[in-house]
């Protein structure tokens, strides 16, 4: 099949996931076409069927708001006339749903065979700026108006049914992770940097977005800091860095607390790490925490959205109520305490991770796929 990716191309766990998504479907023999405003983060190799659009957004001094949604629809409907696209897979909705439900109406006024629109569910196009009023009645009209719609997880499923008035089935398709690329041996070396004397390693990684909470992260960090050598790995940006880092001064803990920014070979910071922390108030699905169980460890993270469908509560990891920064840290002392414990919770972790395989899931979105290529 010929199909067009549509995603935000940062670090986001959309842009991760439509990314991964479309390298594996290239590597099964499909010619995938990303249309996006840069050269998405993960998309780091070089496939003979991959095909990479930028949407060019010309700006004028009477644009305050370039019209990026514009540019993006007139984009998408270039790469399906020239490329003959079976099909536009559009990954969060805002504004990726509307601008493909544009480009669709203009390919079929040229006279061209219909093409299916699939739109996914992330996260935050629901529950947090799709809800928006300012957005709901566009959002709402073209996630009706797509040919397929899925969520990420059961509990976006839920949400968006409970926030949106959706005439249409929602199918759950989880997010994967590529379970080999994370199964890493540890690289001694670095982990001896990181902890020169065996210190266990806690991580965190996210955008730095208010509803991770990365202040939980480090006042759990510091309980445990309290009580047994440790150090934490920030990863990542965003607006609450800031926050965060002055918070580790506070605390008395920035010896042990390192903030690495933005990186791109997660795989090997999660090798060395014991435990993932993720105290979100939302989570749709969670896919940093499912990354870091596909490299082997134990994820404490709040029980919020869709977070308890991948994660075992006692088993996998802990799972505490948004804000409970007391049992998540005392999960994790305890825990660390352990390492009995830690090592077989690391397993049943990598364990549950294999569930999410890629190899599993991918079969599922080219079965949705053929459902409506067969329509075009
Ligand atoms: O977490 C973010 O703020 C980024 C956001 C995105 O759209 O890139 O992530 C959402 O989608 C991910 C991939 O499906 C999910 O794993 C995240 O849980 C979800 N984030 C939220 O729901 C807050």
Redesign the pocket.
Known sequence: MRIGIVC?P?F??????ATELGKALADEGHQVHFITYQQPVRLNVFNANIFYHEVRVPTYPLFDYPPYEVALASTMVDVILNYDLDLLHVH?AIPHASAAYMAKQIVRQKGRRNVPVITTL????I??VGKDKTYEPVVTFSINESDAITA?SQN?RDETYNYFNIQKEIEVIH?FVDVKRFNKKPIDAFRKVIAPNGEKILVHA??F?K??RVDDVVKIFAAVRKEMPAKLLMVGDGPERPMAEKLTRELGIEEDARFLGKQEQMEDILAVSDVFILP?E???????ALEAMAAHAVVISTNA??LTEINIQGETGFMANVGDVESMSRFAIELLRDDVKLNAMKDAAYKQARRFDIKNIIPRYEKLYSRFCRMG
């Open positions: 935000y940062t986001g766990g959309s842009g991760v996931l969060y992330h996260g935050t196009d529950t947090l990420v976006l997010n996210s955008n977005r509803v991770k979100s939302y989570e749709s699905f969670g896919l940093a959205g869709g």
